[in-house]
């Protein structure tokens, strides 16, 4: 029996601001292969060429693109990570849960391209923790929004037939471990 790839594809998910980046780079030094957010690297191009497509100015625009990015991604993880084990920061369902967070309509072919394109059903979703919470130039979001969006990708996770493993508050090196005995 063929493995699908897929089965290798890991999803750290959550709202803003709950250490999602800084797990990933734990799970990066301890050999795996990580695959980055492609919000932020949206909000940062735009910022930098002074455009539209952010979540401040124009939410469908930039939804699109977060869409498009992560579906891109996906699809043009190396070949060479086929039997390895490859984590996501967030995956194309985050782009599906923001629009609808947003009102923003999604089409038919988003909602089959997301399926087309699975992870393995274990997805890691770290909970809203108020003590590492902050804001920056990038993550605007209220501490209410970070609870709210929390709620809304374990919904839309939920919805599609995926497994949450909630991350438990810990140290880094302590959520690393967690991870990793779970997958």
């Given amino acids: ?9 890991f999803v750290i998910t959550g709202g803003p601001g709950v250490g999602k980046t800084t797990l990933l780079n734990k799970l990066k030094n301890t050999g795996n292969h990580i695959i980055p957010e492609d919000a932020r690297h949206i909000i940062q191009q735009q910022i930098q060429i002074n455009g539209e497509a952010l979540p401040w100015k124009n939410k469908t625009l930039y939804a699109e693109l977060m869409f498009k990015a992560s579906l891109e991604t996906y699809q043009n993880v190396n070949i060479d990570a086929f039997d390895k084990t490859v984590f996501f920061d967030r995956g194309i369902l985050d782009s599906i849960c923001y629009m609808e967070m947003e009102k923003i309509s999604i089409s038919d ?5 997301a399926r087309l394109h699975p992870y393995n059903e274990k997805v890691f979703i770290l909970p809203p923790w108020l003590e590492i919470y902050e804001q920056d130039s990038e993550r605007k979001q209220s501490w209410e929004t970070a609870e709210y969006t929390f709620d809304q990708m374990r919904k839309t996770y939920l919805n599609f037939g995926y497994k949450l493993i909630e991350v438990p508050r810990a140290t880094p090196e302590e959520r690393c471990e967690f991870v990793l005995n779970n997958i």
Avoid: C, P, R, W
């Fill in 1 to 9: 029996m063929i493995k699908d790839k897929f089965q290798n594809y």
């Fill in 109 to 113: 072919e988003m909602l089959t391209i």
